[in-house]
Structure formats: structure tokens, C-alpha cells
């Protein structure tokens, strides 16, 4: 699969870093045009061109925990233009969780591979760090932490470094029931730890997690949503980064009706690494939203992203936003996006926009990509030549294309496991 180049703001996008003639040093000239209401164009394969008016520097978006702050979306606003909103009433409304603080609770929680120097509790309003890290970009991270009264806690002290992955089990009990939920991951310095927050059964979920890595730790989040079919799932993961400390969050979606997912992270001092991946199979009637924002808000710090998807059959929808934010303080930075999606069967849709806002002219680097295709003929032909019979030979593909990502955790078991999904997925299409 080739990606071509197109321009886009005077920024030229393609499988490279960028170059921007006549760039200053400060960057007051991008910033100005990056800011400004520039028309951009979106669209999915198959899908005519819509220009539409840009939505600004991320820096202008606005966040906080008052829900006034947040009304109502129609469709109309940026950050939710490609949301399906009537189908997610249900969590965007202010209400408790259903059966809040009895054992009718619509969702299960069950924390297991903590040990020695890992703590877990819960934490109230306005009991730290809870709040100290999430920043609500939109509605339904104010509702999800206005109605949760006790958020789970988990805390790795300081120097501590855990074996084996810390895993929290999120059951919903039954579709349509609401679920608000809240968790604070907190490493202290010097400390080492996976997380792997994994969702299956069924409920209207609407969840927020925080991670505060401090200086020199290094943690894992593997979050996994493996819904059942008439799952719908918002949430923002927010993390802050310390000085020399590195951070990766993996989103794995492959259940749910409806998943939208917000994933941040920014930094708290220089010296650090953060990485996102994420992997993505939509079928037929499914929506999977995935959006994320790496907030450059310090020198010397570094960042990944990368995103891959594959969608089949009718109805099937796919939605990735990527924004990178350089602040003019941000010297020394060095930063990649990048998403790919392969549809398998007509039909499908993905949307892919990445944006990429530059305040200094004093970085590594910087650079952002996207493509969207169809198998690649020439590598299906080359098996096939070799005696590969073409629906073995379209799932080696497929498997290849997935595997950059599934790489990239650290669970072995999740690993196989997840293979194991992909194979059922390859199969339900035939493919």
C-alpha cells in the first residue's frame, strides 16, 4: 500500500517527516496559519469530499469539569461530527450509575496481580490525584467523573517494579443498563508496571481513566475492549508524563456496538517518551471511534502514534483523529502520527484526519501520515503464486498488516489471544 502526499494548511502530509518552506525559528508564521479557520477536506473510501472549516488550534478547545461547560452536542461541533449522538443518549445523559452503591450494579469490577508495593483503594471528590491529571474534553467525561463517587485507585509505590501485569476485569451485566466509571492509575518514581484494563459482557459504559507517572518510572496501559455486540463504550484516558519516564498505552478494540475513545497524554517535564498504539476490526453495524492528542507541553520529550484498522462488511465505520500540539515551549521535540485502515469488503467507511500544529521551529522533528486502501494485489499475488490459496493468502496479509501493533504489548497471553480474535473476525467475512 503506497501513501501519496497531499497538501494540507500549506503543510505537505505524506510517509515522512514534514518540511515547511520559509519556517521561522519562533514558528509564529504556522501558528498563525494553523490557527486559522483554513478549509481541510475529510472523507472515507468510497466517499465524496466534504470541505469543511477547520476547527482551530487545539489550544483553544475547551476543558473542564463543569458540565454547563459542555451542552448538549448536535453533530455540529468538531469533536463530533462523525459520532452517531442519537445512539448514545444513554451515556451522554447526567444520571448515576443504575443501582449505584448496591449489588444490582450494572458493571463488575475485579482487580487481581496486585502484590507487594502495589496498593488499591478508591478515591472520592477532591481526594488526590484524583482530578490531577484528567482533563474533560467533552461531555461525557464530566458525567462519567461527576457520577462516580468512589473511583478505584491503584497505586504503585515508589521503586516498586511488578512482574507480571496488574489486571483490572470491567463485566457489564446487561445491555441498554448505565455504567459510569472512574480510575486512577498512580506510579510513583522509579517504579515499573503493566496495566491491562479489559472489557467484555454488555452495558452503556461510560468511562474515564488518569495515569500520573512520575520521574522514572516506565508503565504500560493495555486497554482491551471485547464487548459483546450491543456494548456502547465513551471514555477519555488522560495521562501526565514525568521527567524521564516512558509511557504506552495500547487501545484494542474488536467488541462493542458503539466505542469511542478519547486518548491523551502530555508532559510533565522534559526527558520523556510516550507511545500510543492502537488496533481497531470493525463488522457490519459497527462504530469505532478512536481520537487522540498528544499535548507537547515541554521540551526535550518524544512521542509515537500509530493506529491501524481493517473494516468488512455492510455498515461498518471506522474513526480516527489524531492531533499533535508543539507548544512554542516544547524546543528539542521529536513526534510521529501516523493511521492506516484496510477495507476488506464494499461497503465500509473509514475516516482518517490527521492534524499536526506547530508553535517552534526549534524540534527534532515532526511529521504525521494516513492511508486508506484495499488489499495490496501485488502481495496477495505473490502468495498465490506460491501455491497460497487466496483465502489463506488474503488472511496472511490481513495477519501481517495487524501484527506491527499486537506486537508492541508486553503480554505474551494477550498476544496469542488476540490472534486467536483476529482469525474469528477473518473468518465471519470469509476472508
Known amino acids: 500500500m503506497t501513501e501519496t502526499p497531499e497538501k494540507v494548511a500549506g503543510v505537505e502530509v505524506g510517509e515522512r517527516r514534514i518540511s515547511i518552506p520559509g519556517f521561522t525559528e519562533e514558528g509564529e508564521n504556522l501558528a498563525a496559519e494553523t490557527n486559522s479557520a483554513a478549509d481541510h477536506s475529510h472523507g472515507g473510501l468510497g ?3 466534504n470541505v469543511t472549516s477547520g476547527a482551530g488550534s487545539r489550544t483553544n478547545r475547551h476543558i473542564g ?9 448536535t453533530g455540529r461541533e468538531e469533536e463530533w461530527r462523525f459520532t452517531p449522538l442519537k445512539k448514545l443518549a444513554g451515556v451522554l445523559s447526567d444520571v448515576a450509575t443504575d443501582g449505584a452503591g448496591t449489588d444490582r450494579e450494572p458493571v463488575e469490577y475485579q482487580v487481581s496481580g496486585a ?16 482530578g490531577a491529571v484528567l482533563q474533560p474534553a467533552d461531555r461525557a467525561a464530566v458525567v462519567a467523573y461527576k457520577n462516580v463517587d468512589d473511583a478505584l485507585h491503584i497505586k504503585v509505590t515508589e521503586g516498586t517494579e511488578v512482574a507480571e501485569p496488574i489486571r483490572v476485569d470491567i463485566t457489564g451485566k446487561a445491555a441498554g443498563v448505565r455504567a459510569n466509571s472512574h480510575l486512577v492509575v498512580e506510579a510513583e518514581p522509579n517504579t515499573k508496571a503493566v496495566i491491562v484494563l479489559e472489557h467484555r459482557g454488555s452495558a452503556d459504559y461510560n468511562g474515564n481513566v488518569e495515569v500520573k507517572i512520575a520521574d522514572g518510572a516506565s508503565v504500560s496501559v493495555i486497554s482491551l475492549q471485547r464487548w459483546d455486540h450491543d456494548a456502547v463504550h465513551v471514555g477519555q484516558h488522560d495521562a501526565e508524563v514525568g521527567k524521564d519516564a516512558k509511557y504506552k498505552h495500547v487501545a484494542v478494540t474488536l467488541g462493542g456496538k458503539i466505542v469511542r475513545l478519547n486518548t491523551n497524554f502530555r508532559y510533565a517535564a522534559e526527558g520523556a517518551r510516550a507511545e500510543m498504539y492502537g488496533l481497531y476490526f470493525a463488522d457490519a453495524g459497527q462504530h469505532i471511534e478512536h481520537r487522540t492528542f498528544v499535548d507537547h507541553n515541554s521540551p526535550r520529550n518524544s512521542s509515537d502514534v500509530l493506529y491501524k484498522g481493517a473494516l468488512q462488511g455492510e455498515t461498518a465505520r471506522t474513526v480516527w483523529v489524531g492531533d499533535v500540539l508543539i507548544r512554542k515551549e516544547a524546543e528539542g521535540t521529536d513526534s510521529y502520527e501516523k493511521n ?3 477495507v476488506l469488503t464494499d461497503g465500509a467507511r473509514a475516516d482518517s484526519v490527521p492534524n499536526l500544529e506547530i508553535e517552534t521551529g526549534l524540534i527534532d522533528g515532526a511529521g504525521h501520515a494516513s492511508s486508506t486502501g484495499r488489499f495490496d494485489d501485488n502481495h496477495l499475488f505473490y502468495l498465490m503464486s506460491r501455491g497460497i490459496p487466496e483465502d489463506i493468502a488474503r488472511q496472511l496479509v490481513v495477519r501481517g498488516f495487524m501484527n506491527e501493533i499486537i506486537q508492541k504489548i508486553e503480554v505474551s497471553s494477550i ?15 470469509g476472508h
Open 340 to 342: 492506516q485502515n484496510l
Open 47 to 49: 466517499e465524496s469530499k
Open 415 to 429: 498476544r496469542e489471544s488476540l490472534a486467536e480474535d483476529l482469525e474469528r473476525e477473518l473468518r465471519i467475512s
Open 115 to 130: 502484590v507487594e508495593g502495589v496498593e488499591v483503594s478508591t478515591l472520592g471528590h477532591g481526594e488526590s490525584p484524583r
Open 65 to 73: 469539569f463543569d458540565l454547563s461547560g459542555f451542552p448538549d452536542p
